[in-house]
């Protein structure tokens, strides 16, 4: 069992930039993958970003790919999402997420996690 806890989440202009944090409440390195996932209001839950276990793999949405970057804190159990050039269409909840099992071919999708934060709102004007 492991808790998260996301924060940094706030309002940004656009082309601003923010990060995100994701503390575990127990050490994840190479026992759990995360990923970041967000929801904006009336959309479905979109994959953002995830890491492998060992930190060693890494993938991005296609929508983010060149903005975001995933970063870690062993030391402080925490996952970080740089969030740079923020614009309106990043405006959403953002969620970290936690499973046992490595990526394999089912890092994408959110059924496959298990444990979840609560979220942290992000929202970018114009």
């Known amino acids: 069992q492991v808790q998260l806890v996301e924060s940094g989440g706030g309002l940004v202009q656009a082309g601003g930039s923010l990060r995100l944090s994701c503390a575990a409440s127990?050490?994840?390195?190479?026992?759990?993958?995360m990923a970041w996932f967000r929801q904006a209001p009336g959309k479905e839950r979109e994959f953002v970003a995830a890491?492998?276990?060992?930190?060693?793999?890494?993938d991005y949405a296609d929508s983010v790919k060149g903005r975001f970057t995933m970063s870690t804190d062993n030391a402080k159990n925490t996952l970080y999402l740089q969030m740079n050039n923020l614009n309106p269409k990043d405006t959403a909840v953002y969620c970290c997420?936690?499973?046992?099992?490595?990526?394999?071919?089912?890092?994408?999708?959110?059924?496959?996690?298990?444990?979840w934060g609560q979220g942290t709102q992000v929202t970018v004007s114009s």
């Open positions: 127990k050490r994840t390195f190479a026992t759990y993958a």
């Open positions: 997420a936690a499973k046992r099992a490595n990526f394999g071919n089912t890092y994408t999708d959110p059924l496959s996690y298990d444990y």
């Open positions: 890491i492998s276990r060992d930190g060693g793999t890494r």
